[in-house]
Each structure stands twice: as structure tokens, then as C-alpha cells.
């Protein structure tokens, strides 16, 4: 009896010690991985200062690269401010000195005189000017269509002035909805008539697009024919572009002048 007892206090022994190791390795094992653990985080403490250090050196190494750029982009914008200036200066007269047309806008500094909407080369001519400009404006509302602005209507009685508003070869132009210029040629009711219909043209279909995109023988064709422009047979195309707007013209008629040319 006394023999079992100690070899079962040795048996209990055994598998307290066995049991005591695996504790203990598993103990070694958990403190392995806390400074396995700890060493990273050591590391990566090291390492962040080294890559915010080597960032800061790349942007010192770009910013002393782009100094140079930077200093001529600043250089090259105080310079553009004068330049800048220059050019929108000079717009305004190159656009005086080189395409005339513009000076309907102003035209007393081209040397004529204003009175109301009519302007004149020679003071004399004013009366004859303004019953030419009102006998016009009264025929076309009646006829053809309400003018919504009366344009201003710049009246040279002179070869000079003429050329001074680009009127070389032409009898007589409209500037969009803003002015006609008249020249020392066409003095006549029809000339007056026919640029107020391209006045009329314009404010119903817009300047640039009855200009660009309608057909030349409804701008043109329209303005012959409903000023009652004496000449016939005129030139040719006019007189094929006449013909042509006054067929189209029967067809559609004057009530639905407007609607029909917006598809044309």
C-alpha cells in the first residue's frame, strides 16, 4: 500500500512539472511576441522622422529648382499688367484707323455733325437729309415692317467722306441694328429704304445671323424689291436674287414674312 502512494505522489509529481514547463512556455512565448511587437513599433518611431526628414529635403531640393521658374513668372506677370493695358488702349484706335465702319459709333469725331439721328458731312445738306430719312422710316414701317429703333443715318455729301466711313464702292451700308451710312452716290429714296430694310432684317433676325447664315437672295433680294428700287433689270445676281424673293415672297406673303425667313 505504501508503495502505491509513492508512485502515485511520483506519477502527480510528473504532471505538475510537465504542466509547470507548458506554462512557462507559453509565458516565454507571449513576452516573445510583446517585444517582437515593441521592436516594430520602435522601428517605425525611427522611421517616420527619417521620411518626413527625406520629404523635406525633396520639396527644399524642388523649391530651389523652381526658384528660378518662379522668379520669371513673376517677372513675366508685372510685365504683362503694362501690356495689357497697351493693347486695350490701342484696340479702340486701331479699330478707328482701320475698319471705318466703327465710326458710326461716334462719327462726330470723323468730322461730321449730329443732329438727332442724322448726321452730316456739309450743315446745308441737313434739311434735304432729313426728309430722306423720314420719308424712309414712314415707308418701310408702313410697308414693310415697325422699325423697333429708329437708326442713326450718317448723310456725306463728299467723296472724302464717304471713304472716311469705308464707303469706297459701295452706294450706300447698314452697321447692324446701330447706323446707315449714306454716301456722296446715294442720295435717293430707294438707297434709303433699302438699308433700313436691312435694319429691319436685323433687329428681327439678328445682326450676325442674317449677315452669315441667311441666303443672299433673301437679304439682298428682300431689300431691292420692297424698296421699290426703280432700276430694272439690276446687275446680276441682284436682279436673280430680286426675282427669286419676290416668288418665295407671293408664296408666303407679308403676314408670314418673319416666321418663314426664321427657317430659311
Known sequence: MAG??????????GVLGRSGRCWRLVRVGISVRTQIAQSW????SRC?????????????????????????VRRHRLMFKPIACVVLLALPVAAWAFIKPVRVLAPEFAGVQC?????????????????LYDEAVRFVQLNVGELQTKPRAVFCS???????????SRVA????????????????????????IHHLQSEHLGSLRNWL?????????????????PRR?????????????????????????WSEAEHL
Open 115 to 131: 443732329h438727332g439721328k442724322i448726321c452730316v458731312d456739309d450743315p446745308t445738306h441737313l434739311t434735304e437729309a432729313t426728309t
Open 48 to 72: 517616420r522622422p527619417t521620411m518626413r526628414s527625406k520629404t523635406d529635403a525633396r520639396k527644399r531640393g524642388c523649391a530651389r529648382l523652381l526658384t528660378p521658374f518662379n522668379a520669371n
Open 213 to 229: 447664315f441667311k441666303p443672299d437672295w433673301f437679304r439682298e433680294g428682300m431689300a431691292y424689291s420692297m424698296s421699290e428700287d
Open 173 to 196: 451700308y447698314n452697321v447692324g441694328t446701330f447706323a446707315v451710312v449714306i454716301s456722296h452716290r446715294g442720295w435717293k429714296p430707294y438707297f434709303v429704304r433699302h438699308e433700313l
Open 4 to 13: 502505491a502512494n509513492r508512485r502515485f505522489r511520483r506519477a502527480n509529481v
Open 233 to 257: 433689270p439690276l446687275p446680276e445676281p441682284l436682279q436673280g436674287y430680286r426675282s427669286q424673293f419676290e416668288y418665295w415672297f407671293q408664296r408666303v406673303g407679308k403676314s408670314r414674312l
Open 158 to 168: 463728299t467723296q472724302a467722306c464717304s471713304q472716311s466711313f469705308g464707303s469706297r
Open 41 to 44: 513599433a520602435a522601428s517605425l
